[in-house]
């Protein structure tokens, strides 16, 4: 009991990036930039689904809710991130505010790995089942699909944040990181960690070789799809659909699995800090700006909204 009472007064603080206060007001200005330029064009596919009565079709309904799913993402962490970067790193952050924002981050995280294999499900059938599309892509379903995707986010998210933060933290408080992610605050347990490590990379690859797995699959089959396509822009129309979400499913699953699959001996937080700017801050930037920009249908619904202004 007094163990766990030291535990809950203890405070965290995150490294900063530079001693020099001016290269971490550069990079603040950077992370400020990225993070309204990706609430911007995350609101603006959102709004632009929800406004348009042609967007409203399983596709844009998944890309719309994706989204959403990555401004709440980005905003459990650039806050606290750019309060540290301002402070130099002097903006405590409590054990249960830690584990809040470790619970947010690995939930919609999650649903977000999940959400893109629903995603390339949905493109499996449109392309090789065009005729049976719309009974089977069915609204109902798509709504079934879209809460599986939170709940599994939540079910992987809650049993992680307990198991973490059940380990005692004493002493050393500085996370080698911009936010309370799972490999930087085991670090600082002071307790054997290796039953946790061994857990959380089981769990992670799981939760990343399965979703990964079904989107591959799906696109084996897309492939052999548009191949047997005879006309050359009827195959250009069907690879232009699924070459942004290849682009965007590289890009989450590549520097997730660069963290968290990692053996440990080779595991640099230094580097681990790096890709995670690239997932957190840089890949919900480039979501809607590869969507949008090989999509007609995003495209031409923008351009109606812009001249509407």
């Not at 919609?108 to 449109?126: E, I």
């Not at 004493?170 to 002071?190: K, Q, S, T, W």
Request: net charge positive; proline share 6%; hydrophobic share 50%.
């Amino acid at each position: 009991m007094e163990e766990m009472n030291k535990t809950a007064k203890i405070q965290f603080f995150f490294r900063p990036f530079s001693a020099d206060p001016k290269i971490q007001v550069g990079i603040f200005v950077a992370f400020l930039v990225m993070y309204l330029t990706s609430l911007g064009g995350n609101t603006t596919i959102a709004v632009l689904v929800q406004i348009n009565p042609s967007l409203h079709i399983p596709m844009y309904f998944f890309l719309a809710n994706l989204a959403v799913l990555e401004i709440f993402y980005t905003s459990a962490i650039a806050p606290l991130a750019l309060a540290n970067l301002l402070s130099m790193g002097k903006t405590p952050v409590s054990i249960p505010g830690c584990g809040a924002q470790m619970f947010f981050f690995i939930f919609l995280g999650g649903a977000d790995c999940v959400l893109l294999a629903v995603m390339a499900y949905d493109r499996f059938v449109a392309i090789c089942y065009p005729l049976r599309y719309t009974r089977i892509m069915s609204w109902p379903l798509c709504v079934e699909l879209m809460v599986g995707s939170l709940v599994l986010g939540f079910l992987l998210s809650l049993p992680l944040t307990i198991l973490i933060f059940h380990l005692p933290f004493c002493g050393h408080n500085e996370i080698h990181h911009f936010y309370c992610d799972m490999p930087a605050v085991m670090r600082l347990a002071c307790a054997d960690t290796h039953t946790h490590q061994t857990a959380l990379y089981i769990i992670s690859f799981i939760v990343l070789s399965v979703p990964l797995s079904l989107i591959s699959t799906s696109y084996i089959f897309i492939m052999a799809a548009i191949l047997r396509i005879r006309s050359a822009e009827g195959r250009h129309r069907a690879f232009s659909t699924c070459s942004s979400h290849i682009l965007v499913v590289l890009l989450q699953y590549g520097c997730t699995s660069f963290i968290y699959l990692s053996p440990r001996s080779s595991y640099s937080p230094e580097m681990g800090r790096v890709v995670s700017v690239v997932y957190t801050f840089i890949t919900p930037i480039l979501n809607p700006l590869i969507y949008s920009m090989r999509n007609r249908e995003l495209k031409d619904a923008l351009r109606r909204a812009l001249r509407k202004f």
